[in-house]
């Protein structure tokens, strides 16, 4: 390693006629919270989708925890650390929360279906480890008395937490947030806030929002992005009063 938990120089992404990403670098320190901001459409999402390997890029390198994450499938991305959320909550909505939960740790249990229907030690040992980690993840979540609810019956605020508990189950590195307290209320997003420097600890956050105050209250440096390009990297006050950062967000406020 590096020091660096993200490494990106010159990332191009573009679609047919549309260029969402026009040669972004971004250097984010191991153990930083790190904001990523920007109008409507200034790719902010794109790069995120890069940096895990679920999108790859058109141009530019791209290195997450040392991995080249442009060349790499992204299950093997997800399975070697990277943890990402998105925009609209991505839940089993029938399911209880203990059992979103293991659905996601499906993929490193290590015992076979026919050792699961035969109650083999394997499934048991996989079993055992599977529900202390989840006691574990429904505390620092906050949802562990919720736990035998199902997901559709929990409060948005609380869906979301639930959405970052299921990533934290596969313990990962870097944690990519896209747009977290979007729609939720000011109890909702202190409590938000609170989580996230609760498992900052130990791992790299990197969040996109157009919450500020949230910004303001995580973040320790912020890349602010405008039409797929970069504009400005600094703390987010220095970031905010910039003038060309200003007149971004002006110019959409005009153009909204
Ligand atoms: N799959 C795609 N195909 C074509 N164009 C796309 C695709 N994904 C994104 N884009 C375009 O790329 C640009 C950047 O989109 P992106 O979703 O990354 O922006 P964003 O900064 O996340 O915006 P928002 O704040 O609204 O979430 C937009 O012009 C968008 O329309
Ligand atoms: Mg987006």
Not at 242 to 256: E, F, M, N, S
């Amino acid at each position: 390693m590096t020091g660096w938990a993200v490494e990106a120089a010159g990332v191009e992404k573009r679609y047919g006629g549309v260029t969402a990403l026009k040669g972004v670098d971004l250097r984010i320190p191991e153990g930083a919270i790190h904001g990523l901001i920007g109008p409507n459409g200034a790719g902010k999402s794109t790069l995120f989708d890069i940096l895990c390997g679920i999108t790859k890029p058109s141009g530019g390198r791209v290195s997450v925890l040392g991995m080249d994450v442009a060349a790499l499938p992204a299950h093997h991305v997800a399975r070697r650390g990277v943890g990402r959320t998105f925009q609209r909550t991505a839940t089993f909505r029938d399911s209880t929360v203990r059992e979103n939960l293991l659905f996601a740790s499906y993929g490193r249990m290590r015992h076979s279906v026919l050792q699961r229907m035969a109650r083999a030690p394997a499934w048991r040992e996989d079993m055992a480890a599977f529900e202390t980690r989840a006691d574990a993840v429904l505390e620092t979540c906050g949802l562990a008395h919720l736990s035998d609810q199902p997901a559709a019956a929990l409060a948005y605020g609380t869906q979301r937490r639930l959405a970052v508990a299921v990533m934290l189950m596969n313990d990962p590195k870097i944690l990519f947030l896209d747009e977290p307290v979007a729609g939720m209320n000011d109890a909702e997003t202190a409590e938000f806030i609170a989580l996230v420097r609760d498992i900052a600890r130990g791992r790299t956050i990197v969040i996109v929002e157009h919450d500020m105050a949230a910004i303001g209250a995580l973040c320790s440096e912020v890349l602010v992005m405008v039409d797929g390009a970069q504009v400005v990297s600094d703390t987010p006050e220095r970031a905010l009063a910039h003038p060309d950062v200003v007149a971004a967000y002006l110019g959409t406020d005009a153009d909204d």
